[in-house]
């Protein structure tokens, strides 16, 4: 299967494009010489592009990457300097945090495939996607009590993951980063695979997701990006108005007949409904 690539919108620090035929988009953060560090302007593309991808219901599925030797070494320290030059009422989210939330709340699933460093601020971002596919190589790392701060976005994003305490404390106070196999073990990333294998095992997932229905997909989301924050009761009660406004999309029941056929002799990923 060939993998055929065509530009949507490119900007100085950022390109968008999309897999042909395949219902996935990816935005690669193109800053490969100040290491991809986060800027006003790279915010600001990938809020574009996200909204590029929000006005084709075809494009399924998002894929986060760096370009060059890794994905994101954090915040761009000047425009961090920049952002917090003057004060700022904490009901007011610094760009980064608005996009953080953005990411939670998008209804397309958003993956990131992470090679290299993903530091500081770089890493809250990734904790806000979907999945993530990462390198075994891969560095994972909070940087920011070196220079005199806690890691804002990084540690809730980590304590809210369920990453157990003893472990956050320990990546934000000590500042030695995490391998991408001891990212995986802590339940960090959603799988590790060999650098050499990455960007074939995350398009591989990303073509298997799009080829999905895509309102289970934005109500899957749902149930987890908001379950999360609520109690077990509460959740339970998100699973139930989530299936009935599911069912005002689609029927899933619809091919109960030929989901069972699909799936004799053991489970087959290749079934497709229908209405896809």
């Known amino acids: 299967m060939s993998d055929d690539w065509q530009i949507l919108k490119q900007w100085p620090e950022l390109i968008l494009d999309r897999l042909a035929d395949a219902?996935?988009?990816r935005i690669t953060l193109?800053?490969?010489e100040k290491r991809n560090a986060w800027n006003a302007e790279m915010v600001e593309a990938?809020?574009?592009?996200l909204e590029l991808v929000r006005a084709d219901k075809d494009l399924k599925v998002v894929i986060t990457r760096g370009a060059g030797s890794l994905f994101s070494s954090g915040l761009d320290l000047y425009f961090l300097k920049e952002a917090n030059s003057a004060p700022r009422d904490w009901d007011r989210p610094t760009p980064t945090i608005a996009l953080a939330e953005a990411l939670r709340a998008f209804p397309r699933i958003m993956m990131a495939q992470v090679h290299g460093y993903c530091l500081g601020g770089a890493l809250g971002i990734m904790n806000c996607h979907d999945l993530v596919i990462a390198a075994e190589d891969a560095q994972f790392g909070m940087p920011e009590v070196l220079r005199g701060s806690f890691g804002q976005l990084v540690t809730s994003t980590l304590v809210h993951g369920g990453?157990?305490?003893k472990k956050v404390a320990y990546l934000q106070l000590v500042g030695r980063n995490l391998s991408g196999l001891e990212a995986d073990q802590l339940g960090i990333v959603s799988?590790?695979?060999?650098?050499?294998?990455?960007?074939?095992?995350?398009?591989?997932?990303?073509?298997?997701?799009a080829s999905r229905h895509l309102a289970?997909?934005?109500?899957?989301?749902?149930?987890?990006?908001?379950g999360r924050d609520l109690s077990l009761s509460q959740a339970i009660q998100l699973d139930q108005l989530v299936g009935q406004r599911l069912r005002r999309a689609v029927d899933p029941t619809g091919d109960v007949d030929g989901y069972l056929k699909s799936q004799k002799g053991g489970p087959n990923l290749t079934y497709k409904r229908p209405d896809v």
């Open 30 to 32: 193109n800053r490969p």
């Open 23 to 25: 219902g996935v988009a």
């Open 216 to 226: 289970p997909l934005e109500h899957s989301k749902i149930t987890v990006q908001m």
């Open 46 to 49: 990938f809020f574009e592009s």
């Open 163 to 165: 990453i157990p305490l």
């Open 191 to 209: 799988r590790v695979v060999p650098a050499k294998e990455l960007e074939a095992t995350t398009l591989e997932i990303a073509r298997g997701i």
